[in-house]
């Protein structure tokens, strides 16, 4: 957290903002104070964006996708005001750092830490899915290590599976070290997306670094179309079924339902078989 800076304003409605949290391309987050007292999270719309009626949209579409989500795997929205001239989303406030920044400071997890982080982000996906949405920026920076387990943040960019652009290309959405081969390739965002970055992610957690690299954007991209992963040290199970949810083919990730019942013991869908290629 960071102090306010000049320009920010001092109260969104009912809510005093005490803090700054972060800011993202869409808007700036505070740490404010509702009526009674009690901490929130305030996501404010870039002023450059407020007179956008597409940036408003998807502002409105972000709080209307995060309340289909299960109140478990996410932070709740308590409260929106889309109609004025500074558009504001107020959030549940999540204490605890990211992912990324508790790795940056006490660097990778490992056993049992590891092993609850696969098993609560890959539930929350699951229920994210089941709800018909595709989150398309899951990363480090957006799993909040809570007190009560992690919670997916950031819906800004998530669209609905039965929306009219679902089928759109998306290219320019997410994370270029998180984004699935077919999304960089001009493809469809869908649940195997997810899973695709979710696996970067436990390769993240697990090692301090993501699992196609993170330097040049073109050598990272490179290597998520024509490299293997690279696991480090990552251990079995969860080895082989982030390597699953690595491959260049889609069709062949598990689902997050299915990777949930392979981390728990439970049930297990079977795996897809690559289709051979027609004989001449």
């Not at 001092?10 to 993202?24: F, I, K, M, N, S």
């Not at 387990?149 to 959405?173: E, H, K, M, N, Y």
């Amino acid at each position: 957290m960071v102090a306010l800076e000049d320009g920010d304003p001092a109260r969104l409605g009912p809510y005093t903002l005490v803090d700054r949290l972060g800011e993202g391309g869409q808007g700036v987050v505070f740490l404010g104070r509702g009526p009674a007292g009690g901490q929130v999270a305030v996501k404010l719309l870039h002023t450059r964006l407020a007179a956008d009626p597409e940036a408003r949209e998807r502002f409105l579409r972000e709080v209307a996708l995060a309340q289909r989500v299960a109140p478990f795997c996410t932070a709740p929205v308590l409260h929106a005001d889309l109609a004025g001239n500074q558009p504001y989303i107020v959030s549940e406030f999540v204490p605890g750092p990211s992912l990324r920044q508790l790795v940056e400071r006490e660097g990778p997890r490992r056993g049992a830490a590891l092993q609850r982080l696969a098993i609560s982000t890959a539930t929350a996906l699951a229920a994210i899915h089941r709800a018909g949405i595709t989150h398309r920026d899951f990363k480090p920076a957006n799993v909040l290590m809570g007190p009560e387990g992690p919670v997916v943040i950031d819906f800004g960019v998530a669209r609905a599976l039965d929306s009219p652009q679902a089928t759109a290309t998306g290219a320019s959405i997410g994370t270029p070290a998180y984004l699935a081969p077919e999304v960089l390739s001009g493809g469809a965002a869908r649940g195997a997306a997810d899973m695709f970055a979710w696996g970067v992610t436990m390769v993240f957690a697990a090692t301090g670094r993501p699992a196609f690299g993170a330097d040049t954007i073109p050598s990272v991209i490179t290597r998520i179309l024509h490299a293997e992963p690279d696991l480090g040290d990552l251990a079995p199970p969860l080895r082989d079924i982030v390597a699953a949810c690595l491959s260049k083919n889609p069709a062949l990730r598990p689902a997050a339902e299915d990777v949930v019942a392979r981390l728990t013991g439970g049930p297990v869908a079977p795996v897809p078989q690559a289709v051979p290629p027609a004989s001449p």
